[in-house]
């Protein structure tokens, strides 16, 4: 039976989705703080917060878990916002898994970030180790974690697996509270109003990934020959990088008269402090990652999908017949 953190976020969605397909929803456990928007949810279900050690034992002795998938956490700019909340989450709320996991001797999965690096580190093609010295409590946080899961895998013997993922993008829930999320923003302000106001300069260029491709590498990643995998801190993992005037160009191919403005906020500064493109040649030697999505692939599935989500069947129809 398989344990999900976080399952209603915006990786958990689409993650227990696809696990459920593979394995069978009754051979998952999803859990949350909050409860699921789905009712009866199409899962089964508990509420449970990370941060208490007691509660997250209680659930670990009444269910025989082989696998732990730990997505429970506060993303970088709510981090910047609550950094006591975000410590408290990312760090303790891992920590308390990492020991229940230890405890047990159950595989444990959790995504660090590309907010594990700051501005020394080299901004582009980062390399998988460099340098680490976030300016956000989030990649404090992110930093912690994967040297945390280092120490248990060799101290412990816990096989501890974990990506830095670029930004996500997604369409089956919203994103929640991160520094990539106008790139999944546009397209639903794209689609619904026609225009975007995008919190970050036009040139801000971002390592991303489209959903399908975070998922893969969750699952690819939990089915790799432990032998052969070399990091236990957070494997970088790579597909494509862009600017928001790069995607507000790609959206319009779709539709001519989308527009995009700017007006950088605070999250400018944290965008510019990540890397520009990535290294992921440990992850391509170790478990074979490949992604399967470059940006037009992306922006033309997004598009169709925000547009089924919201309804928009006119921009569907002619989606559909490109
Ligand atoms: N989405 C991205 O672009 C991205 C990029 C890099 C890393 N990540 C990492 O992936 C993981 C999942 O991210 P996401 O985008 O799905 O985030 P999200 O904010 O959409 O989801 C996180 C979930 O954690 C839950 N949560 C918060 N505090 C909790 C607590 N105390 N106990 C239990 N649950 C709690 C929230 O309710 C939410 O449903 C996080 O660790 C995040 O740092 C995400």
């Given at each position: 039976m398989i344990l999900i953190t976080g399952a209603n976020g915006q990786i958990g969605v689409d993650l227990t989705e696809t696990l459920s397909a593979r394995h069978g929803a009754d051979r998952l456990l999803a859990t949350d703080l909050r409860?699921?928007?789905?009712?009866p949810p199409p899962v089964p279900f508990e509420v449970l917060d990370v941060t208490d050690?007691?509660?997250?034992?209680?659930l670990l002795d009444r269910h025989e878990f082989t696998q732990i998938i730990h997505l429970a956490g506060i993303l970088s700019a709510t981090g910047q916002q609550y950094p006591d909340l975000c410590w408290s989450v990312n760090v303790t709320g891992l920590k308390h898994m990492l020991d229940a996991a230890r405890q047990r001797q159950i595989p444990l999965f959790w995504p660090s970030s590309i907010a594990s690096f700051g501005p020394t580190t080299p901004r582009t093609d980062t390399p998988q180790h460099t340098i680490t010295e976030p300016r956000t409590m989030y990649g404090v946080t992110k930093v912690t974690g994967e040297l945390l899961s280092q120490f248990y895998?060799?101290?412990?013997?816990?096989?501890?697996r974990s990506v830095r993922f670029p930004g996500v993008v997604g369409h089956a829930a919203p994103p929640g509270g991160g520094t990539t999320d106008w790139a999944v923003a546009m397209f639903f302000?794209?689609?619904s109003r026609g225009s975007y106001r995008c919190f970050v300069g036009p040139d801000t260029r971002m390592p991303m990934m489209y959903m399908p491709d975070a998922v893969k590498s969750v699952l690819d990643l939990l089915a790799a020959d432990a032998d052969r995998l070399t990091v236990r801190t957070s494997y970088n993992v790579a597909a494509i990088s862009f600017t928001p005037a790069e995607l507000a160009d790609a959206i319009s191919r779709y539709m001519p008269g989308f527009t995009c403005t700017y007006v950088p906020d605070y999250r400018q500064d944290i965008a510019d402090s990540w890397p520009q493109s990535i290294d992921d040649s440990s992850a391509r030697n170790d478990w074979d990652w490949l992604p399967d999505y470059g940006?037009?692939?992306l922006v033309f599935d997004m598009l169709m999908n925000v547009a089924r989500r919201l309804g928009h069947t006119s921009l569907l129809e002619r989606l559909k017949r490109r």
């Amino acid at each position: 039976m398989i344990l999900i953190t976080g399952a209603n976020g915006q990786i958990g969605v689409d993650l227990t989705e696809t696990l459920s397909a593979r394995h069978g929803a009754d051979r998952l456990l999803a859990t949350d703080l909050r409860p699921p928007q789905a009712d009866p949810p199409p899962v089964p279900f508990e509420v449970l917060d990370v941060t208490d050690e007691r509660a997250v034992e209680r659930l670990l002795d009444r269910h025989e878990f082989t696998q732990i998938i730990h997505l429970a956490g506060i993303l970088s700019a709510t981090g910047q916002q609550y950094p006591d909340l975000c410590w408290s989450v990312n760090v303790t709320g891992l920590k308390h898994m990492l020991d229940a996991a230890r405890q047990r001797q159950i595989p444990l999965f959790w995504p660090s970030s590309i907010a594990s690096f700051g501005p020394t580190t080299p901004r582009t093609d980062t390399p998988q180790h460099t340098i680490t010295e976030p300016r956000t409590m989030y990649g404090v946080t992110k930093v912690t974690g994967e040297l945390l899961s280092q120490f248990y895998a060799a101290q412990y013997g816990v096989d501890v697996r974990s990506v830095r993922f670029p930004g996500v993008v997604g369409h089956a829930a919203p994103p929640g509270g991160g520094t990539t999320d106008w790139a999944v923003a546009m397209f639903f302000d794209a689609v619904s109003r026609g225009s975007y106001r995008c919190f970050v300069g036009p040139d801000t260029r971002m390592p991303m990934m489209y959903m399908p491709d975070a998922v893969k590498s969750v699952l690819d990643l939990l089915a790799a020959d432990a032998d052969r995998l070399t990091v236990r801190t957070s494997y970088n993992v790579a597909a494509i990088s862009f600017t928001p005037a790069e995607l507000a160009d790609a959206i319009s191919r779709y539709m001519p008269g989308f527009t995009c403005t700017y007006v950088p906020d605070y999250r400018q500064d944290i965008a510019d402090s990540w890397p520009q493109s990535i290294d992921d040649s440990s992850a391509r030697n170790d478990w074979d990652w490949l992604p399967d999505y470059g940006l037009d692939r992306l922006v033309f599935d997004m598009l169709m999908n925000v547009a089924r989500r919201l309804g928009h069947t006119s921009l569907l129809e002619r989606l559909k017949r490109r």
